[in-house]
T-cell receptor, first 114, second 111 residues
């Protein structure tokens, strides 16, 4: 089974721009979660989508948004980029049918904001 | 907003030694406590997880010890190997939702 894939792997943007990151979950997984990883703040939960609906949301501003498609693929959008948005963005998928299913992480998208 | 405190930040252990990483949490509603291992350039991977109804769980060389009354849990890596060198994260969540991670421990195992 193929793992979680994220595209692109690396991205450079400038302040004020917007960016869209993509995540393809493991086949059959219906839940996709997004995380931001930075040296200062560590791993922080952004949001989770299940069956095209946002199921949980972390404490991030509205500039961070996401969506999930009927094939479970998910996109994350960040508008009006700030320098502090530079981070590794990770997505993780799990079947979603049971609370304690293991979640599998992708390799991440490294976003640099200049 | 950190709800999971992890220590130490970094750890150096000799090959064959025991690596111990500690975590403390605040929210008593947490009911799922996983540990993740992350290598450079990779996403975190689940190592082992525990629920608060047991005090210890062992999988191979990896053991989680859980102290519900103290709101603490720890990871023990027995017979540490150079291949174990990675960053380890503890985490806590309610029903595996809205996972809260510790700050991470960079483990180096010297040959």
């Amino acid at each position: 089974k193929a793992g979680v894939t994220q595209t692109p792997r690396y991205l450079i943007k400038t302040r004020g721009q917007q960016v869209t990151l993509s995540c393809s979950p493991i086949s059959g997984h219906r839940s996709v979660s997004w995380y931001q990883q930075t040296p200062g703040q560590g791993l922080q939960f952004l949001f989770e989508y299940f069956s095209e609906t946002q199921r949980n949301k972390g404490n991030f501003p509205g500039r961070f948004s996401g969506r999930q498609f009927s094939n479970s693929r998910s996109e994350m959008n960040v508008s009006t980029l700030e320098l502090g948005d530079s981070a590794l963005y990770l997505c993780a998928s799990r079947p979603g049918s049971l609370s304690y299913n293991e979640q599998f992480f992708g390799p991440g998208t490294r976003l640099t904001v200049l | 907003q950190q709800q999971v405190k992890q220590s130490p930040q970094s750890l150096i252990v000799q090959k064959g030694g025991i690596s111990i990483i500690n975590c403390a949490y605040e929210n008593t509603a947490f009911d799922y406590f996983p540990w993740y291992q992350q290598f450079p350039g990779k996403g975190p991977a689940l190592l082992i997880a525990i629920r608060p109804d047991v005090s210890e769980k062992k999988e191979g060389r990896f053991t989680i010890s859980f102290n519900k009354s103290a709101k603490q849990f720890s990871l023990h890596i027995m017979d540490s190997q150079p291949g174990d060198s990675a960053t380890y994260f503890c985490a806590a969540s309610i029903h595996n939702n809205d996972m809260r991670f510790g700050a991470g421990t960079r483990l180096t195992v010297k040959p």
